[in-house]
């Protein structure tokens, strides 16, 4: 348990996910370890009622915040392809800038 938190801060500490970099990821994260001590802390006590519940918490902070994760990673790369399309839209509108026969490619942000 303390191994995966731990895998989780590292993972945020992480350049490569810097779109995880957000508040509400750490809120995720925070939601998450507090579930997970509440069950260490249930688990000590041997206590029967709060140990279930704490375990529920803990297991819906888990898809909890792998769906925020596939949401957020969802974003990135529709952005991101948003802007490779249009880069190669613009690369064809102006190589075909002198060929007035071919299939008309209109230039972003050009007026026309
Ligand atoms: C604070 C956020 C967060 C919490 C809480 C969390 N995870 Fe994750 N988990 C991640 C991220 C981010 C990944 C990496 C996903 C990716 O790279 O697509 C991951 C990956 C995983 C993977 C590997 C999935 C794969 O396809 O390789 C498993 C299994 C997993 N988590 C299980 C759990 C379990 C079980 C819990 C609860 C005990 C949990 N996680 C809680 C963020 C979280």
């Not at 945020?12 to 509440?38: C, G, M």
Request: glycine share 2%; aromatic share 4%; charged share 30%.
């Amino acid at each position: 348990m303390e191994r995966h938190s731990r895998s989780l801060l590292d993972l945020t500490n992480d350049p490569a996910s810097i779109a995880l970099k957000t508040p509400e990821y750490s809120k995720q994260s925070q939601a998450f370890v507090r579930a997970a001590e509440d069950l260490v802390d249930a688990a000590r006590r041997k206590d029967g009622d709060a140990a279930p519940l704490a375990y529920v918490s803990m297991t819906l902070a888990c898809v909890q915040c792998h769906r925020y994760v596939a949401r957020a990673r969802s974003r990135v790369t529709r952005t991101d392809m948003r802007r490779r399309l249009r880069r190669r839209v613009v690369a064809r509108c102006s190589q075909r800038v002198d060929a007035p026969t071919s299939r008309s490619v209109p230039c972003p942000g050009r007026a026309r």
